[in-house]
């Protein structure tokens, strides 16, 4: 008799969990139902300014999708790899918004951040004309420059090889793929070594400097190098040691 009780009483406790849970979980059916539970992303911990949002810094949760505003961004892909505000910090428990994510190439300070230990960005003017062929960021060029010398001779060659692109920009100072772009190159920043900037600089003011992508495969290891022992590049040498003499002798 005592075992039918204690069996009747274990299905009653056990009838009463599955009816308690039963209840719940139509009591969260109907409020996912009524608030319109959405999946979003919100920040995990507090995010410092001009930080590079990884997995670490996101934590997914379900809020009514009357609070999701039209700027809030909910998809994983649209946060990740983004740069916090330079000026602001996230902090924990909220929700990343349009406003507060800068895609890596429109940071301020985006060519510098792509320069390896001894470069320095090196901006050339340029047009269509001197751009030998389409040069994008991140694409590997030749530099070239060209003379008129004094007995009217022509002195040219290649003078860098392997030069990276950091960007293009129009005339207003805006990329190229940017929707207020005029999609006309005007201004190329390159990564160079920083001790080949006299070079360069001499090259430009004293002759005629273009751009010339490469079609062949590059070695990473040999970036923006100095072509030696050319004609081009003694020329260039003669013309600053010129110009320093020329200084010296005014001091």
């Known amino acids: 008799m005592k075992k039918v009780i204690i069996l009747k009483s274990a299905m009653a406790v056990i009838l009463s969990i599955v009816l308690i849970w039963l209840m719940i979980a139509a009591i969260n059916l109907r409020s996912v139902q009524l608030l319109h539970l959405k999946p979003t992303w919100i920040a995990s911990h507090d995010i410092p300014p001009r930080t590079r949002i990884s997995e670490e810094d996101l ?75 389409v040069v994008v960021p991140g694409q590997r060029t030749d530099i070239y420059a060209s003379f008129n010398t004094r007995d009217g001779s022509t002195v040219s060659g290649c003078i860098i090889e392997n030069a990276r692109v950091i960007a293009v920009k129009d005339h207003k100072g805006l990329d190229l793929d940017d ?16 001790e080949d900037l006299p070079i360069l600089s001499a ?38 040691n010129r110009e320093e003499s020329m200084q010296e002798s005014e001091i």
Do not use: H, W
Not at 179 to 194: F, Q
Not at 211 to 219: F, H, K, P, V
């Open 59 to 133: 934590m997914e949760v379900q809020i009514p999708a009357a609070y999701m505003l039209d700027y809030t961004l909910s998809d994983k892909k649209d946060i990740l790899g983004k740069y916090t505000d330079i000026q602001g910090k996230i902090p924990a428990g909220s929700a990343f918004y349009k406003d507060m994510l800068i895609k890596e190439e429109d940071l301020p300070d985006y060519p510098s951040a792509q320069l390896r230990e001894g470069q320095s960005a090196y901006t050339l003017e340029t047009d269509l004309a001197k751009l030998g062929g």
């Open 203 to 240: 090259a430009e003011t004293a002759g005629n400097v273009r751009l010339i992508a490469s079609s062949g495969t590059y070695d990473s290891g040999t970036e923006a190098e100095l072509v030696e022992n050319t004609d081009v590049l003694a020329y260039i040498k003669a013309i600053t």
């Open 179 to 194: 929707p207020e772009s005029s999609g006309t190159p005007y201004l190329a920043i390159l990564a160079v070594n920083r």
